[in-house]
């Protein structure tokens, strides 16, 4: 069995964005860099056979002492352990990486100038592609050509995935599944796919949040490599993190019991995160408040006022802060009295009950419209860092939003024009 650790997007220069100004000494420890000592160290203490860095790990050209400082220290330890660490160059290190390689030792540059390389691990083949320039509109699979050995090939490579008229080495996941590579760890996308499966094949995901809008887990990947499977285990220990969290304000009686109530929902998600072998340092919270209720425009002013606020707290030893409250509050509505119309409103009613009761065929039937139209939308560029679940729960979910948000609308003005 052999251990690596695979590292995707990590960014090496660029400072954590939208944290409060009372955090603002803290950002070496929040930011890539330290993102890096953390995997180093888990490295260390796994003793892996090699670690992978599937590209982009600086940020820019002028991050060129940054990266050499913070990669090199790192390196020094994991080949002072005997760890060999493997990189292909992304779309944004694609002139930095090699001239890092050349200054350090023990960082070795795979598929250097766009050409596939090979390199021996032990008993399984390691096959990478490097950028050898800043856009590249073709697919670098179209050069690929590798016969299926008595070892195990894992793929290393940054690309846009089933994007075809991407600059950024566009490929296609038939593409990859076609090839004789028992797992592909792609670099390029910062929100990390699932990985599981026996064959892997999926993007690492970004080391720490590097935005806002990045929230979730984020770190590194621990993989198996046996001869007849490979498992991929996330190593969530990113020192920022961005948590997106739902606060039901429908039973919310006062606005002035707001605070109390986000403050719950942010300390529940913070005991599940300080349970981790290696917690975050700073959490920021994203948070949307949803439900009906007769006070919808007081909530919504009173969220306003705490989302000013900006300052951090202390919960568990994990530095907290409100990033962004967003408001998808809905004002009460009748819906079995709207529903016995015969115009817009009343038809939208009725497919709003039918959203209320999952057994029926309604339900049913409106579900799988939705996903349907909804299908073509989340797989587009601009959704692709979002979760692209669209499971029934799901899609009905954003149905009752959308139809509340259209009910309310229609209700105003019918009122405007009375």
Request: glycine share 8%; proline share 6%.
């Amino acid at each position: 069995m052999t251990t690596l650790l695979a590292i995707g997007d990590m960014h090496l220069g660029r400072p954590p964005s939208a944290i409060p100004e009372d955090l603002d000494r803290r950002r070496d420890a929040l930011g890539p860099e330290a993102a890096w000592t953390r995997c180093v160290e888990l490295a260390l203490n796994r003793n892996v056979d090699a670690v992978l860095l599937a590209g982009d790990l600086v940020d820019q050209g002028r991050d060129f002492f940054v990266g050499y400082g913070q990669l090199k220290a790192g390196i020094e330890q994991l080949v002072a352990a005997d760890i060999p660490v493997l990189a292909v160059a992304g779309n944004h290190d694609t002139l930095i990486l090699p001239r890092l390689a050349d200054e350090i030792d023990g960082l070795e540059l795979l598929g250097a100038g766009g050409e596939w390389q090979t390199r021996r691990l032990g008993n399984l083949d390691i096959v990478g592609w490097s950028f050898p320039r800043e856009q590249v509109r073709q697919s670098p699979l179209s050069k690929l050509q590798i016969q299926r050995g008595k070892y195990p090939v894992i793929g290393l490579l940054h690309c846009d995935l089933d994007q075809a008229d991407s600059p950024y080495a566009p490929v296609s996941t038939s593409e990859l599944e076609a090839t004789p590579v028992n797992a592909w760890l792609l670099g390029h996308i910062h929100r990390p796919d699932r990985l599981d499966g026996d064959r892997p094949i999926g993007y690492l995901g970004s080391v720490t949040a590097l935005r806002a809008s990045e929230t979730g887990p984020r770190g590194p990947w621990l993989l198996q490599v046996g001869k007849q499977k490979i498992t991929a285990e996330h190593q969530p220990l990113a020192p920022m993190r961005y948590e997106a969290i739902e606060i039901d304000c429908t039973e919310l009686d006062d606005a002035a019991g707001l605070g109390e109530r986000i403050l719950a929902g942010t300390r529940d998600r913070i005991q599940g995160l300080a349970e981790h072998d290696e917690p975050p340092l700073a959490v920021g919270f994203r948070i949307t408040l949803t439900g009906q209720s007769g006070r919808a425009s007081e909530i919504t002013a009173a969220a306003g006022e705490l989302a000013a606020d900006g300052r951090s707290w202390n919960e568990a030893g994990i530095a907290c802060f409100i990033q962004k409250i967003e408001s998808a509050l809905l004002p009460q509505l009748d819906l079995k009295r709207l529903a016995r119309q015969s115009d817009p409103r009343g038809l939208l009613a009725r497919r709003l009950l039918a959203l209320e009761a999952p057994d029926s065929e309604e339900y049913d039937r409106l579900v799988q419209r939705g996903r349907e139209a909804m299908s073509p939308l989340i797989g587009s560029r601009e959704f692709r860092d979002l979760d692209q679940s669209l499971d029934d729960d799901t899609v009905a979910a954003w149905l009752k939003r959308a139809s509340r948000l259209a009910l309310i609308r229609l209700t105003d003005q019918h009122e405007d024009a009375r």
